[in-house]
């Protein structure tokens, strides 16, 4: 099992560029979540899911979208990339409520300039 | 949202000594989770614990729910358990949708 695979591990963007970040599991885990983590801070959590074609906004949604069309995938898209957007994300998964924790992914850092 | 409150800090230790973490929640909660972030920036499970206690290993924790807080406990640090420890709560009737506190530095010096 390969767990949670996010692509790119570090990507450098340009102001008003668009961009996805990728996030896979092999788990069939129903949950599946991103998190942006700044310098000397916690996780904020973006947008989650509790199943395919099922999203919801988490505490910083603003600026990102997200699709579920399947149980795998969990995409990210940054709309028009801002230099607040600079941050390390990370994409989670569980199998679901009662049962076992998150899984983390190894992060995306994104620098925006 | 609700407020995930973690103490100390920071934390700097001798290896072999003992350590009890706080996390404080100001809401009921469903679920309540504790992370390491490793100095690579690697995220690992450590407990899912919404009441009760559970061990593994030098580490336990407990969660009170109804007093809204839980404890971690570190026994014989070792410098691998350097890092950051991270507390995530769910609130009721918000299924998936965790929130982080600050997070404890632990430093463990050889």
């Known amino acids: 099992n390969a767990g949670v695979t996010q692509t790119p591990k570090f990507q450098v963007l340009k102001t008003g560029q668009s961009m996805t970040l990728q996030c896979a599991q092999d788990m069939n885990h129903e949950y599946m979540s991103w998190y942006r983590q700044d310098p000397g801070m916690g996780l904020r959590l973006i947008h989650y899911s509790v199943g395919a074609g099922i999203t919801d906004q988490g505490e910083v949604p603003n600026g990102y979208n997200v699709s579920r069309s399947t149980t795998e995938d969990f995409p990210l898209r940054l709309l028009s990339a801002a230099p607040s957007q600079t941050s390390v994300y990370f994409c989670?998964?569980?199998?679901?409520?009662?049962?076992?924790?998150?899984?983390f992914g190894s992060g995306t850092r994104l620098t925006v300039v | 949202g609700i407020q995930v409150e973690q103490s100390p800090p920071d934390l700097i230790l001798q290896e072999g000594a003992n350590s009890t973490l706080r996390c404080n929640f100001s809401d009921s909660v469903n679920n309540l989770q504790w992370f390491h972030q490793n100095p690579w920036g690697q995220l690992i499970n450590l407990f899912y614990?919404?009441?009760g206690t559970k061990q593994n290993g030098r580490l336990s924790a407990t969660t009170v729910a109804t007093e809204r807080y839980s404890l971690l406990y570190i026994s014989s640090s070792q410098t691998t358990d350097s890092g950051v420890y991270f507390c995530?709560?769910?609130?009721?009737?918000?299924?998936?949708?965790?929130?982080f506190g600050s997070g404890t530095k632990l430093n463990v010096k050889p």
């Open positions: 614990i919404p009441s």
């Open positions: 989670a998964s569980s199998p679901g409520q009662g049962s076992y924790g998150y899984t």
């Open positions: 995530a709560v769910e609130r009721v009737g918000n299924f998936n949708k965790f929130y």
